[in-house]
């Protein structure tokens, strides 16, 4: 069984930021509760059926870097800890997002996940979608035995990520801004489960009521901030290796991002603008994604990656960062919300 990165590993929390005794008494906490998630989930993705069994671990065994629960046990330090109730809270969480990733990866047509061809690829999409479903099934039998309360925050969270993905599917409705429906979109797939990952941590360390709250805007704005900086990413020049990325991936599957719907809404009134679309169009968007890109794509993410709408969505994703972290404000001062600070700095960091 795969032993999770560490706290400092997986949000780039340095020693400086761990240099107190009670820094480094977070970090051991988190980090031990991490293993005995990791451990649960092992446990809970088991299937009597065969291909179940193979199907549901599948992505699990993949990896990932287990933000969610990460967040669930960081929050929860603001109460009592790593409680039976939080561990059993945050591997729910992370079984909802794997089950997401199978859905997802059906609707985007996406051949890889994690480093591995993507479950679709493998068995197909009917086994794909099934497979999805029985992970959220799963997780609803999790938090079902944790009480009511977790019954209404997975299901309010089940509902905006379906309806994150309908919005996505069907697009802007005539007369609604693109950029606003984007925004709401990545608020509802990514925002809403970070929200109620750090949201469950406090709940159910019985923490103070009153931090439930920050802590769901903070989760939300994370969300977007982390989502707008892929992005940016998707443009990046570093390549695969260095972002997990191809070049113009989003873009090659058509893929709207705030660069390109920036780019569409310059292109009404500015020329260079409208020709870099056009461009776009012509040897980038809706081409298929054989890992190669012919020289005018390379030429013409780049001339993207270099405009002021990239620029602009940088500067956005920084600003949804922020706020993010405004958001703590009402927590009291000390490690958790020191940690939580250099998350959402991390979040946006990624893109240099």
């Known amino acids: 069984m795969r032993r999770p990165a560490s706290l400092s590993s997986q949000i780039g929390l340095s020693e400086k930021i761990f240099a107190s005794g009670e820094d480094k008494g977070l970090a051991a906490a988190v980090d031990a509760g991490l293993i005995l998630v990791e451990e649960g989930l092992h446990s809970q993705m088991r299937f009597a059926d065969v291909l179940a069994d193979v199907t549901a671990r599948y992505l699990l065994e993949a ?25 059993s809270a945050a591997e729910a969480i992370e079984i909802t997002h794997l089950a997401s990733l199978y859905h997802d990866d059906v609707m985007d047509e996406a051949q890889m996940r994690r480093g591995v061809p993507s479950a679709q690829s493998v068995w197909g999409n009917s086994v794909a979608v099934l497979t999805g479903d029985l992970l959220f099934a799963r997780a609803s039998k999790m938090v079902a035995a944790l009480g009511e309360r977790a019954i209404n925050l997975q299901a309010d969270t089940f509902e905006r990520l379906c309806l994150g993905q309908l919005h996505e599917t069907i697009g802007p409705q005539e007369g609604e801004d693109p950029i606003e429906h984007y925004i709401q979109v990545l608020a509802d797939k990514t925002g809403s489960l970070i929200a109620a990952a750090a949201q469950m941590g406090v ?33 990046s020049a570093k390549g695969v290796k260095e972002t997990g990325k191809t070049p113009g991936n989003d873009l090659r599957a058509g893929v709207a991002t705030l660069p390109l719907l920036r780019l569409r809404a310059r292109a009404q009134t500015d020329a260079d603008a409208r020709e870099l679309l056009e461009r776009l169009e012509r040897d980038v968007i809706g081409t298929v994604d054989d890992g190669v890109l012919s020289p005018e794509a390379t030429s013409a993410i780049a001339a993207l990656r270099d405009h002021e709408v990239t620029r602009q969505t940088l500067e956005e994703a920084h600003q949804w960062a922020r706020e993010a972290v405004e958001a703590l404000a009402p927590l009291p001062t000390g490690s958790v919300k020191k940690a939580l600070t250099r998350f959402a700095e991390t979040i946006v960091e990624r893109s240099n």
């Open 63 to 87: 990896g990932g870097k287990r933000v969610r629960p990460m967040l669930t046990l960081l929050t929860a330090q603001l109460g009592q800890g790593n409680t039976p109730e939080v561990l």
């Open 203 to 235: 709940v159910f360390s019985k923490a103070p009521a009153e931090y439930e709250r920050p802590v769901v805007v903070f989760g939300e704005k994370v969300g977007v901030a982390f989502q707008l900086i892929d992005d940016v990413i998707d443009l």
